[in-house]
């Protein structure tokens, strides 16, 4: 599965990124602010990005739509490796090569 990373001119599929990474990530999107615990929110509950515990990816669905599990996931692991849903991920994709 792609991953969400920055790279100065937008946002990449590329690399790993855990919550830290994106919230100060956001943070330079949105400042410094309660905000990015929103925005946060907005992207989990929307099945938007996931969370990779080195197991399984837990989105939303796969957990029966409680955020406080991925709330309580973050909590004791913020390392966790955050993951951009796979059609998003293709959505965002540069296009193939030509051959």
């Known amino acids: 599965m792609k991953r969400l990373m920055h790279r100065g001119t937008g946002w990449l599929i590329y690399g ?18 309660d905000a ?3 925005v946060v929110d907005v992207l989990l509950w929307s099945g938007a990005i ?3 515990d080195g197991v ?8 029966g739509y409680k ?3 991925l709330h309580a ?7 966790l490796e955050v993951c951009l849903h796979s059609t998003i ?3 965002l994709a ?3 090569a030509a051959a």
């Open 73 to 79: 996931q973050i909590k004791s692991n913020p390392h």
């Open 56 to 63: 399984a990816i837990h989105f939303i669905y796969t957990c």
């Open 50 to 52: 996931g969370l990779n």
């Open 89 to 91: 991920a293709r959505l």
């Open 16 to 33: 790993a990124c855990d919550m830290p990474e994106l919230n100060r990530l956001l943070a330079e999107q949105v400042g410094a602010t």
């Open 94 to 96: 540069p296009p193939p």
């Open 36 to 38: 990015i615990k929103r």
């Open 67 to 69: 955020l406080a599990f």
